[in-house]
């Protein structure tokens, strides 16, 4: 049974009309910034625990790289999609944000685990939540092993998402993009009173219409942030959210015959768009709840529980391979074949968790002890499961081709199977010391993690304790600038084989992660700041035989060797005058397989991983027409390879993305009026060209868009 619709199309302007201009006094709100990143943190909110997973630890002073993208880009036009929101943080690629379908990234080269990367208020949720930014204060980045806060999870790092807290306001936001796609937002709330309890409220409905064919959604949006203080000692934050989306996906493209990267293709290409398509339809709920009580002085507890489910339709008329060899790659002509997939699936993830620490000073020697426990489960159930085409008589599957992607074929018949429900566990003991002396401090960690993972029909495993150690060492320099050294170990859940292995959905061991890094901070009086660090990581090497007796010509799914990145990164904002601002971030990664015995990948640079990525923004408020601000971002990607060994790689390519934002008053409401322009100049270039879901996949740059928005407030 669908869930009642929560609101429409014209319900929510009319609410935001009537609920400003009745409403009480914002809090004071600053001028409106286009689409930038911070490299400083704000400072930690002393209740939520941040990407760290401490709570009160300011990001910004700690011994590790996190970017932070702040709410003034969440609420501009078109940022809608996490890859949207994400798009000048160069330590982070696209790895399957396709449209229409939950996003995955890569951080640091590494791929992201759906499982064990994505937070909420520290609390894990599945990655196929397909998160929704409306209630969201900012988003915060981990760039490497985050040990003590993540447990078991992809070296890469991991991103958090904190909600946005009980305050007085009374905001809307509209937009409208060239296709006709429109968007309406409401933002409400009280904050805590004489009585200690504060409500936040958000609520969006959304007209998806993408630059791809064929492929227009709704979405609607529902949240309540509930903010208590019991007392002087103990406070309380509850979230729930809801969302509710329907969209066809659009899926990538594959290499011609596994050599040749396909020519003349429209951006706006959609293969998923057969009179048998479906859309995906994806519902996700989030309930959190957290307690912070001071205990004592120097004594704190902050404990916690929640939990993230997505129900989701899985549809789409998925191309894959070509019905001679190589049989896991478009044909050289464009023909592919075309399955009919579906899946009817439940991702739950849980979570409980607390934290004791206390503080104490000893003449020059301050420390900080901290004392946790944790637990984490993930369920996965697949019913109604198929991947089916048409076959002919001599065997061969149902074809289409690339230069004909709307031509009608008959819908396979369907036979679908219940798959045996998953599971993955981990039990955790956190133990974390920060010493402080003169302008030393010594950070200790100790995480033992106990993991039980089972995948039937990949084979169980049996638990195993695994003790992960972390270390940093930071030299104050002045009270504006540091040093920091560290050293961290991380374990993530053991890898399924591919279909187009020989042991297509074995289930491999858990892998460790070790991690060398070296940093640098700087913060200036003037609102300039730097951060910048070298890194070496290391993990054992997953990867499929080229030679073999799969159905693709493969073989088995191993480990040998290991895949090791070394990088560079650095991240500045500089204020050049009191009108221009400038914001850049590069990253520069080295990322190869050692020791593995196999030539096709050794010392290859891995799969869809740039030697450089980087961004710079700009920013001007023009002294002439107050509230008048222009901005303008290149953003750079440097050459990489599509396929695991080499032979295939993809140009790099420059994007421009411009904007301007002016503040004005509109019936007594402050009035931000947007105009953004993404891929100003309309080039081709190809986004993503990873490996997912059994398959190299191509994905196509988006054309150039338009969005324009305007953003009321209470003043």
Same mark, same amino acid.
């Given at each position: 049974?669908?869930?009642?619709?929560?609101?429409?199309?014209?319900?929510?302007?009319?609410?935001?009309?009537?609920?400003?201009?009745?409403?009480?006094?914002?809090?004071?709100?600053?001028?409106?910034? %286009?689409? $930038?990143?911070?490299?400083?943190?704000?400072?930690?909110?002393? &209740?939520?625990?941040?990407?760290?997973?401490?709570?009160?630890?300011?990001?910004?002073?700690?011994? /590790?790289?996190?970017?932070?993208?702040?709410?003034?880009?969440?609420?501009?036009?078109?940022?809608?999609?996490?890859?949207? $929101?994400?798009?000048?943080?160069?330590?982070? !690629?696209?790895?399957?944000?396709?449209?229409?379908?939950?996003?995955?990234?890569?951080?640091?080269?590494?791929?992201?685990?759906?499982?064990?990367?994505?937070?909420?208020?520290?609390?894990?949720?599945?990655?196929?939540?397909?998160?929704?930014?409306?209630?969201?204060?900012?988003?915060?980045?981990?760039? !490497?092993?985050?040990?003590? $806060?993540?447990?078991?999870?992809?070296?890469?790092?991991?991103?958090?998402?904190?909600?946005?807290? $009980?305050?007085?306001?009374?905001? /809307?936001?509209?937009?409208?993009?060239?296709?006709?796609?429109?968007?309406?937002?409401?933002?409400?709330?009280?904050?805590?009173?004489?009585?200690?309890?504060?409500?936040?409220?958000?609520?969006?409905?959304?007209?998806?219409?993408?630059?791809?064919?064929?492929?227009?959604?709704?979405?609607?949006?529902?949240?309540?942030?509930?903010?208590?203080?019991?007392?002087?000692?103990?406070?309380?934050?509850?979230?729930?959210?809801?969302?509710?989306?329907?969209?066809?996906?659009?899926?990538?493209?594959?290499?011609? #015959?596994?050599?040749?990267?396909?020519? !003349?293709?429209?951006?706006? *290409?959609?293969?998923?768009?057969?009179?048998?398509?479906?859309?995906?339809?994806?519902?996700? *709920?989030?309930?959190?709840?957290?307690?912070?009580?001071?205990?004592?002085?120097?004594?704190?507890?902050?404990?916690?529980?929640?939990?993230?489910?997505?129900?989701?339709?899985?549809?789409?008329?998925?191309?894959?391979?070509?019905?001679?060899?190589?049989?896991?790659?478009?044909?050289?002509?464009?023909?592919?074949?075309?399955?009919?997939?579906?899946?009817?699936?439940?991702?739950?993830? *849980?979570?409980?968790?607390?934290?004791?620490?206390?503080?104490?000073?000893?003449?020059?020697?301050?420390?900080?002890?901290?004392?946790?426990?944790?637990?984490?489960?993930?369920?996965?159930?697949?019913?109604?499961?198929?991947?089916?085409?048409?076959?002919?008589? &001599?065997?061969?599957?149902?074809?289409?081709?690339?230069?004909?992607?709307?031509?009608?074929?008959?819908?396979?018949?369907?036979?679908?199977?219940?798959?045996?429900?998953?599971?993955?566990?981990?039990?955790?003991?956190? %133990? +974390?010391?920060?010493?402080?002396?003169?302008?030393?401090?010594?950070?200790?960690?100790?995480?033992?993690?106990?993991?039980?993972?089972?995948?039937?029909?990949?084979?169980?495993?049996?638990?195993?304790?695994?003790?992960?150690?972390?270390?940093?060492?930071?030299?104050?320099?002045?009270?504006?600038?540091?040093?920091?050294?560290?050293?961290?170990?991380?374990?993530?859940?053991?890898?399924?084989?591919?279909? @187009?292995?020989?042991? +297509?959905?074995?289930?491999?061991?858990?892998?460790?992660?070790?991690?060398?890094?070296?940093?640098?901070?700087?913060?200036?009086?003037?609102?300039?700041?730097?951060?910048?660090?070298?890194?070496?990581?290391?993990?054992?090497?997953?990867?499929?035989?080229?030679?073999?007796?799969?159905?693709? #010509?493969?073989?088995?799914?191993?480990?040998?060797?290991?895949?090791?990145?070394?990088?560079?990164?650095?991240?500045?904002?500089?204020?050049?005058?009191?009108?221009?601002?400038?914001?850049?971030?590069?990253?520069?990664?080295?990322?190869?397989?050692? !020791?593995?015995?196999?030539? &096709?990948?050794?010392?290859?640079?891995?799969?869809?991983?740039?030697?450089?990525?980087?961004?710079?923004?700009?920013?001007?408020?023009?002294?002439?027409?107050?509230?008048?601000?222009?901005?303008?971002?290149?953003?750079?990607?440097?050459?990489?390879?599509?396929?695991?060994?080499?032979?295939?790689?993809?140009?790099?390519?420059?994007?421009?993305?411009?904007?301007?934002?002016?503040?004005?008053?509109?019936?007594?409401?402050?009035?931000?009026?947007?105009?953004?322009?993404?891929?100003?100049?309309?080039?081709?270039?190809?986004?993503?060209?990873?490996?997912?879901?059994?398959?190299?996949?191509?994905?196509?740059? @988006?054309?150039?868009?338009?969005?324009?928005?305007?953003?009321?407030?209470?003043?």
């Amino acid at each position: 049974m669908k869930p009642p619709v929560l609101f429409g199309r014209a319900f929510l302007p009319a609410c935001a009309a009537s609920l400003i201009a009745t409403g009480s006094a914002l809090a004071q709100t600053t001028a409106t910034e %286009l689409p $930038a990143v911070n490299v400083k943190a704000p400072r930690g909110d002393a &209740a939520t625990p941040s990407v760290l997973g401490t709570p009160g630890l300011d990001p910004a002073q700690a011994p /590790a790289q996190v970017s932070i993208v702040p709410a003034a880009p969440l609420r501009e036009p078109g940022t809608q999609s996490l890859a949207s $929101a994400l798009t000048t943080l160069p330590s982070v !690629g696209e790895n399957y944000a396709i449209i229409g379908y939950y996003e995955n990234f890569s951080i640091r080269g590494y791929t992201l685990d759906l499982g064990s990367a994505y937070r909420i208020n520290g609390f894990i949720v599945p990655g196929e939540l397909h998160l929704g930014l409306d209630n969201k204060q900012r988003i915060e980045v981990l760039q !490497g092993v985050g040990t003590l $806060a993540a447990g078991a999870t992809g070296p890469g790092g991991i991103m958090n998402f904190v909600t946005k807290r $009980a305050a007085d306001v009374r905001a /809307a936001r509209f937009e409208l993009n060239q296709q006709g796609g429109s968007y309406a937002g409401v933002d409400l709330g009280i904050a805590p009173g004489e009585r200690g309890i504060g409500l936040r409220i958000n609520a969006a409905h959304e007209e998806m219409r993408p630059y791809a064919d064929k492929a227009n959604g709704t979405r609607n949006f529902l949240s309540l942030a509930v903010d208590a203080q019991i007392s002087n000692a103990l406070t309380l934050t509850a979230d729930l959210e809801y969302q509710r989306r329907s969209q066809p996906a659009v899926p990538g493209f594959q290499l011609l #015959g596994g050599t040749t990267l396909p020519s !003349g293709i429209d951006p706006r *290409t959609n293969i998923n768009q057969q009179p048998w398509t479906r859309p995906v339809q994806n519902e996700a *709920t989030f309930a959190g709840l957290r307690a912070d009580w001071r205990l004592a002085p120097d004594w704190r507890l902050n404990a916690g529980a929640g939990q993230g489910i997505a129900r989701i339709a899985d549809n789409l008329a998925f191309p894959f391979g070509c019905n001679s060899a190589p049989v896991q790659f478009f044909c050289a002509n464009g023909d592919y074949v075309l399955y009919d997939y579906h899946s009817a699936e439940r991702r739950s993830s *849980t979570q409980f968790d607390a934290t004791l620490t206390h503080q104490w000073q000893s003449g020059a020697l301050a420390q900080t002890l901290a004392f946790g426990i944790d637990r984490i489960e993930r369920r996965i159930s697949q019913r109604d499961n198929y991947s089916t085409t048409n076959f002919d008589a &001599a065997g061969l599957g149902q074809s289409g081709n690339l230069y004909n992607v709307a031509a009608p074929l008959p819908a396979p018949v369907v036979s679908g199977t219940n798959l045996a429900p998953t599971r993955a566990r981990q039990s955790s003991l956190v %133990l +974390a010391d920060a010493l402080d002396w003169s302008n030393w401090r010594l950070h200790l960690g100790l995480r033992v993690t106990r993991i039980d993972q089972q995948t039937p029909g990949a084979g169980a495993q049996a638990p195993a304790t695994h003790r992960l150690p972390q270390a940093a060492l930071t030299r104050l320099l002045t009270p504006q600038s540091r040093l920091y050294a560290s050293y961290a170990q991380g374990l993530e859940f053991g890898s399924e084989a591919p279909t @187009t292995a020989e042991n +297509a959905g074995a289930l491999l061991a858990p892998r460790k992660t070790r991690q060398l890094e070296a940093g640098y901070k700087q913060e200036w009086n003037n609102g300039a700041n730097l951060s910048a660090a070298v890194f070496r990581m290391s993990r054992p090497f997953d990867y499929i035989e080229p030679v073999g007796n799969s159905f693709a #010509g493969l073989g088995l799914f191993k480990r040998a060797g290991d895949q090791v990145h070394t990088g560079a990164e650095i991240n500045t904002q500089i204020p050049i005058t009191r009108q221009l601002r400038l914001q850049a971030a590069a990253t520069w990664l080295r990322a190869r397989a050692e !020791g593995t015995g196999v030539p &096709a990948y050794e010392g290859v640079q891995v799969q869809n991983i740039p030697r450089l990525r980087s961004s710079v923004t700009a920013r001007y408020a023009f002294a002439d027409a107050p509230g008048l601000e222009a901005g303008l971002t290149w953003l750079h990607t440097g050459t990489r390879n599509a396929r695991a060994d080499g032979s295939v790689s993809v140009p790099g390519y420059e994007r421009f993305d411009a904007g301007l934002a002016y503040v004005t008053r509109v019936a007594g409401q402050k009035a931000t009026w947007q105009l953004k322009v993404t891929n100003l100049l309309d080039k081709r270039y190809w986004r993503d060209v990873g490996y997912a879901y059994s398959a190299d996949l191509l994905f196509p740059g @988006t054309p150039r868009q338009v969005f324009a928005g305007l953003l009321l407030e209470q003043p």
